[in-house]
Every structure is written in structure tokens, then in C-alpha cells.
């Protein structure tokens, strides 16, 4: 009896990606890459990353169990269930990915962390691998960065105009601070990049101090100032050495200690340089609080200079080419708060009916071919809701006296402070996303 053809595998039906190990000497990128071609998993390793990257995914979660390996991708920040690799497969396509990022394949306890570049068609990546032995095996985490940042201004990222004209006034001020915030995995770096982009870099000196061990994306005009790893400086250390140079804005992607943080806010305030800062929050009024707290010797000097604070939540973008629109009904513009006749139509993501209800005129099966943009899921890529607090009086006494947030809220919005949730239904009058989008992101 002929042999049954095994069934093709998703890695199969994608070209594979090129990598380049990150080493120095290209004889010894040459080397590992002929070492690590001749596994068998090199070629699923390259094919499951192509179809990653095909697949529009941002991060790979592979969980090794003894029966197998189970594939998980996160598409538009919604986690996906593949079809699983055989055991075999699996741990051949491991190895090879940990050769590639310079890590021990053997080691399948110890968390190790490394990265490779990629390269798809003209494509550029940067993978990073993250992985930890867990009691049913290891988890393994690839995030998929490309080098190419589609997003080169605040109006791409989802932001009002009006909004862009207030945030550009503060960030090209001087004499202040302003703080860049987001959830934890919302975006927080694509944000901060494209912020500074918008920021006026030409006339004026941008310093901005950085790990030596995990560097910012380069952006033009700005002077990075290292510290840690191998050059012998610490933050402090870099911060004097900059002031030297009489810099215009100070850039802290991490947030400094307090005693550096009196440093930069002394030339903020006599100096009229300018501070720019980030912080992983829920939201611009979360931001402030947690900014206080953190340095509550500097309170009165933050609540002098804070310019401004940009908070944002990601949702699901609405799939322009399937995406369906109805009239809201009165009841629900009165819900939202949306004056009658302002908004006269809204969109929903295209929901296919069960599989048995597609059928033709005639009652015969007629399955209705998924989006092609989109692969049928009604939304492509994501947007981004932002809040942009300007500090009134009345909230620079406060934020000085209290951390409730619902206190500070209360008079933010008597200070003009449109929330989040507020300029979310924006969103949704603007047919950038549907209500149960909204839903889903707001109710974690």
C-alpha cells in the first residue's frame, strides 16, 4: 500500500525568512549560519517566522509539553490558536532559532534571552527570544519588531488634529516636562519614538540617556548619552557630563532616582530647559499620581513645570474593506453622548454567519470567502486612543495634595481634561473602530 502524503505544515507554505546572527566578525556569521543549516530545524525555524510575519503577528508563543508544541500568535494584540508542531518539529525548530540568537540549545531551564536579525523579501526584522523552563516543559517567546516603523507621525498613531497642535505647542516649549504614558505592551516606545519625531529637533539640543544595554531606536538630533554595561559611567555620571554641553531637553526613557531628577528639574526651572519622560500607566491622571509618588521631595518643582501629559489605550482598527455600517439609533447617540444628527453612521466588524446558514438562493451550500485583507477577521492593525492633560491651577494644587484619581479626574475634567473613554466615542464617530471593540478594551 503507497504511503500516505503527510499533510503540509504552515511553515511549508510561506518563503522562508534570511537571518543574520548579530556577531561582529562575518566569518563567524557565516560559520554559525552553515552550522545551523545543516539541523533540520533551520528551515522550519525560517518557514514559522515567515508565516509569523505573513500572518501580521507581532509575537510567537510556542509551549512545550511532552505531546508536543503548541503555537499561539498575537495579531492586532488578540492571541490567535495555531495548529501545533509534533514534539520532533518542534524542538529541531528550538534549537536552531537559539543558535541563531546566540544562546545555549541544550539549556531547556535556565530563562535566556537573545535576538537575530530577519530579513523577508526587503523586509527587516529584529527577533528577540525569550524562553523559560516551566514545570510542563518551556515557554518560548519570539517578538517580531520590524526596523521600519510605519508610523511617522502623531496623526498615523490615531491622534486628532486639534490634539497634535496643543501636544506640538508643549513639546517645542521650554521651562517643562512632559510625560509620555500607556499600559504595559500599548505601544508605550512607538509612541515616545514618534512623539520625539514631531518634536521641533533642529534649533534646539536633545540629550537623551540610555542603557547601554538596551538602547533607543536612533531618531536624527538626538545624542544618546550611555551608561552601564561596559562604559564605566552610571546615569549620574552622564547627566553631568550632559549638562556641561548645556543640552536644550533632557530625554529619560527610564525614569531617573530622585536625586537626578532634582538635578534635571533645577535646569528646568532655572534654566528654561525642558525634561521629557517616560512611564509605563493606565492613563495621563495614573501618570501623575505615580509621578508624585515616586519623587515626593520634587513635588512642588513637577507641579510648577508639568506641560503636559499623553496617555493612550490601543484598540482594534476596523478592516476597511469589509466593515459594516448602520444608522445609530437616538437611544444609543443619547448613551454616548453624541448630539442628535451630529453622527448619522457607525461601523461594526463583518461577521459571517454559522457555516450552515451560508447557503444560495436555492438553499446550497455557498461559503462566503473570508476578507482577503483582513484574512477574516474584521479588524486590520490597530489604532490608538490618545488623552492629552494640560494642568490647570486648580489641578497643579491638587496633584500636590492627593493620589485619588477620581479626585484629580473631577478636576482635570472641570479644567477642559477629556478622558480617554471620551475621545474613544470620537473614535468610533470617526469609523475607526466599532462599540464592542470599545468594550473589549476597557474592560480589562
Not at 505647542?169 to 505601544?187: C, F, H, K, S, W
Not at 554595561?229 to 547627566?239: E, M, W
Not at 466588524?349 to 477574516?376: K, L, N, S, W
Request: aromatic content about 6%; charged content about 20%; some cysteine.
Amino acid at each position: 500500500m503507497a504511503e500516505q502524503p503527510q499533510p503540509t505544515q504552515l511553515w511549508q507554505t510561506v518563503p522562508p525568512v534570511e537571518f543574520t546572527p548579530k556577531l561582529s566578525d562575518n566569518t563567524q556569521v557565516q560559520a554559525l549560519l552553515i552550522n545551523a543549516r545543516q539541523g533540520i530545524g533551520f528551515a522550519i525555524a525560517a518557514g514559522q517566522v515567515s508565516h509569523g510575519i505573513h500572518s501580521r503577528a507581532t509575537h510567537l508563543l510556542l509551549d512545550f509539553t511532552a505531546q508536543g508544541c503548541a503555537v499561539r500568535y498575537q495579531i492586532d494584540g488578540q492571541w490567535e490558536q495555531l495548529p501545533p508542531l509534533d514534539r520532533e518539529s518542534g524542538d529541531a525548530m528550538l534549537y536552531a532559532l537559539k543558535q541563531l540568537t546566540l544562546l545555549n540549545p541544550a539549556d531547556r531551564r535556565s530563562a535566556q534571552a537573545g535576538s537575530v536579525k530577519v530579513k523577508l523579501a526587503k523586509a527587516k526584522f529584529n527577533l528577540t527570544l525569550q524562553s523559560q523552563g516551566v514545570p510542563t516543559g518551556e515557554r518560548v517567546l519570539l517578538k517580531i519588531d520590524s526596523e521600519n516603523v510605519p508610523f511617522e507621525r502623531l496623526g498615523d498613531l490615531g491622534m486628532r488634529d486639534k490634539m497634535i497642535e496643543t501636544f506640538k505647542q508643549t513639546i517645542d516649549g521650554e521651562g517643562n516636562i512632559v510625560l509620555i504614558t500607556a499600559p504595559t505592551t500599548e505601544g508605550l516606545t512607538t509612541t515616545w519614538n514618534v512623539a520625539i519625531q514631531a518634536a521641533d529637533r533642529l534649533v534646539r539640543d536633545f540629550q537623551s540617556f540610555e542603557p547601554k544595554g538596551s538602547p533607543e531606536p536612533e531618531i536624527i538630533n538626538i545624542n544618546p548619552n550611555f551608561y552601564g554595561g561596559d562604559t564605566g559611567l552610571t546615569l549620574a555620571d552622564s547627566v553631568r557630563k550632559a549638562i556641561l554641553k548645556e543640552p536644550d531637553v533632557f530625554m529619560f526613557p527610564t525614569l531617573p532616582d530622585p536625586e537626578i531628577m532634582g538635578t534635571v528639574l533645577k535646569q528646568v526651572s532655572t534654566h528654561e530647559k525642558q525634561a521629557i519622560l517616560r512611564m509605563n500607566a493606565g492613563g495621563a491622571i495614573e501618570g501623575v499620581a505615580r509621578l508624585m509618588a515616586q519623587y515626593p521631595e520634587q513635588k512642588s518643582a513637577i507641579a510648577s513645570t508639568l506641560g503636559c501629559v499623553l496617555g493612550q489605550r490601543l484598540v482594534r482598527r476596523l478592516c476597511d474593506n469589509c466593515k459594516l455600517g448602520f444608522q445609530p439609533p437616538p437611544q444609543l447617540l443619547q448613551q454616548l453622548g453624541i448630539p442628535p444628527g451630529r453622527v448619522t453612521m457607525m461601523y461594526q466588524p463583518f461577521v459571517p454567519p454559522p457555516i450552515e446558514q451560508q447557503v444560495d438562493e436555492q438553499g446550497r451550500p455557498a461559503p462566503i470567502t473570508p476578507c482577503h485583507v483582513c484574512q477574516g477577521r474584521g479588524y486590520m492593525g490597530r489604532t490608538a486612543i490618545f488623552e492629552l492633560l494640560t494642568p490647570g491651577e486648580k489641578f497643579r494644587d491638587a496633584m500636590q495634595k492627593t493620589q485619588d484619581m477620581g479626585q484629580l479626574t473631577a478636576i482635570a475634567r472641570s479644567e477642559g481634561f477629556r478622558p480617554v473613554q471620551t475621545e474613544a466615542v470620537l473614535t468610533v464617530a470617526r469609523g475607526l473602530t466599532s462599540l464592542d471593540e470599545l468594550k473589549r478594551a476597557f474592560s480589562r
